[in-house]
């Protein structure tokens, strides 16, 4: 959301509060979460101008709502820099955690800072996209043969939606997808756990995290900045009450039912995009149990 301003904000109100006028403005409810506990429920603020003369008020009214005006900006700026301090902790700790499972230097990788060599930094990056895009196309493999279609697609559906249910423990979830992959020939040299910690590196609060790094180490060491593509495709984690968020995937199964005459081509596809999505499903729920 951008940041309210000015023009946004409500009208300043006159009000009696302990036999003097004060001057209050209600908190637009877009950026309550920015006063008080952080729960919303602070409404509004209020200021005294010390008497309890209508008309003095009322000529005081402009200079204090302003300097009300000024807090909500302030109030908004704050929870921006502490909202974007948090993404950063959680960003390094997705990347450190993808470096460890993949042992990327033996475990001795650089600290993700502009101070450190800008072509260490980037040199990272990139072996880590490699392997991420590396997991992607294991995971991509098409099943070759239609009876092969047929057999796995009931035990796809009856994945997803245990998975969209989330009444399993993951493990249970990886070995019947193990199984269902062995039967439609798919080979991957990646493990689930590192398949989840790619996708993870290559969501956008981590990609972003990255960008906004090598720039800065650029611009520090006099480097020419980074030039990165315009937009960010991965999953879409997000930071709520200093935690991580995921996104649901929800694969409608009767999308994917077959017709007895169903084009195998078109069986083919329909099968692997459900295979996708459920593989998808079940690495967000690797993910969600271990980022918490």
Same mark, same amino acid.
């Given at each position: ?8 904000? /409500?009208?300043?109100?006159?009000v009696w509060v302990r036999n003097k006028w004060s001057v209050r403005v209600s908190i637009p409810t877009q950026i309550r979460h920015c ?21 003095? #008020? ?40 993808? #470096? ?9 990788? /650089? ?23 590396? #997991? ?9 043969? #239609? ?21 399993? /423990? ?54 020419? /900045? ?67």
């Amino acid at each position: 959301m951008d940041q309210l301003t000015w023009k946004d904000y /409500p009208n300043p109100t006159i009000v009696w509060v302990r036999n003097k006028w004060s001057v209050r403005v209600s908190i637009p409810t877009q950026i309550r979460h920015c006063f008080g506990n952080g729960s919303g429920t602070t409404s509004n603020r209020t200021k005294s101008t010390g008497t309890p003369d209508r008309a003095i #008020a009322e000529r005081m009214k402009h200079d204090l709502g302003n300097k009300i005006y000024k807090e909500f900006d302030e109030a908004q700026k704050a929870y921006a820099n502490r909202g974007d301090a948090t993404a950063n902790f959680h960003a390094i700790k997705i990347i450190h955690e993808a #470096a460890t499972e993949l042992d990327y230097k033996n475990g001795s990788f /650089p600290d993700l800072i502009p101070d450190t060599d800008y072509d260490v930094l980037v040199a990272m990056k990139n072996d880590l996209d490699t392997l991420a895009n590396l #997991a992607q196309d294991s995971r991509e493999g098409k099943p070759e043969h #239609a009876e092969t279609h047929l057999a796995v697609l009931p035990d796809l559906a009856l994945l997803q939606k245990a998975t969209y249910e989330d009444t399993e /423990p993951p493990e249970s979830y990886a070995h019947t997808l193990t199984q269902i992959k062995d039967r439609m020939n798919i080979t991957g040299m990646f493990s689930l756990r590192q398949q989840s910690v790619l996708i993870q590196h290559q969501s956008k609060i981590a990609q972003s995290f990255w960008q906004d790094l090598l720039t800065a180490a650029a611009l520090k060491q006099g480097n020419k /900045p980074p030039v990165f593509e315009a937009e960010l495709t991965g999953i879409d984690i997000s930071v709520l009450d200093n935690n991580l968020t995921m996104p649901t995937v929800i694969a409608d199964v009767s999308l994917f039912q077959v017709k007895p005459l169903l084009d195998q081509d078109v069986l083919k596809q329909r099968v692997f995009q459900l295979y996708a999505h459920v593989w998808m499903s079940i690495m967000l729920i690797l993910i969600k149990r271990t980022i918490r």
